[in-house]
């Protein structure tokens, strides 16, 4: 299967915490992307990193990408209730003309 | 901002039924998705779009799919025949295409279907 996998499947954390979520994928790869979605809504792009970027940053979020591992991370600094939701890795093969999801990791915050 | 928009939002349709799910992506994209995401699954690819035709397709999207972009801003995903396992959530994504911020794909807030 070429499709990030995301670890873990589910996260809780307090408030103010930082969440880490990772992303495994199997084959060479063009972009990696990261997005949220709210139950039962929409995905909402988050931060898209190359395959020959190492870190990118947005806010707070973080992501980092190993190509020799295969692998990447989002962090979540100082987490807030709103970032209670599904987060889910897409990675972008050369042809480019699809993206596939991993299955998601489920972030609850704790007030 | 710009953004991908989807109609219905959420269709109660009878099996059997022909259902047609309608998007407008961002108006200068080239590139055009269809996913499906059944309740609590994981999202996955269904078709994608480029220069008229069907680059890419999934073993999911079976001849009872069809995709279309009737005109300049339309771009819809058709059912022939539904079935009760084809109740998800569709989401419609486009992207601009080219390097660097032109990889990024942006989805619509996806058409529910409910097949009873």
């Known amino acids: 299967s070429q499709q990030g996998e995301e670890d873990p499947q589910a996260l809780s954390i307090q408030e103010g915490e930082n969440a880490t979520m990772n992303c495994s994928y199997k084959?060479?790869?063009?972009?990696l992307q990261w997005y949220r979605q709210n139950s039962g809504r929409g995905l909402v792009h988050l931060i898209l990193?190359?395959?020959?970027?190492r870190e990118k940053h947005s806010g707070r979020l973080r992501v980092t990408l190993d190509t020799s591992k295969k692998s990447s991370s989002l962090l979540i600094t100082a987490s807030r209730a709103a970032d209670t939701a599904s987060y889910f890795c897409?990675?972008?093969?050369?042809?480019?003309?699809?993206?596939?999801f991993g299955s998601g990791t489920r972030l609850s915050i704790r007030p | 901002e710009p953004e991908v928009t989807q109609t219905p939002s959420h269709q109660v349709t009878q099996m059997g039924q022909e259902v047609i799910l309608r998007c407008v992506p961002i108006s200068n994209h080239l590139y055009f998705y269809w996913y499906r995401q059944i309740l609590g699954q994981k999202v996955e690819f269904l078709v994608s779009f480029y220069n008229n035709e069907i680059s890419e397709k999934s073993e999911i999207f079976d001849d009872q799919f069809s995709v279309e972009r009737p005109d300049g801003s339309n771009f819809t995903l058709k059912i022939r025949s539904t079935k009760l396992e084809d109740s998800a959530m569709y989401f419609c994504?486009?992207?601009?295409?080219?390097?660097?911020?032109?990889?990024?794909?942006?989805f619509g807030e996806g058409s529910w279907l409910t097949v009873v």
């Open positions: 990193i190359r395959s020959n970027e």
């Open positions: 084959t060479s790869i063009n972009n």
């Open positions: 994504a486009s992207r601009e295409g080219g390097r660097g911020s032109g990889n990024t794909i942006y």
């Open positions: 897409a990675t972008v093969y050369s042809s480019a003309s699809k993206i596939i």
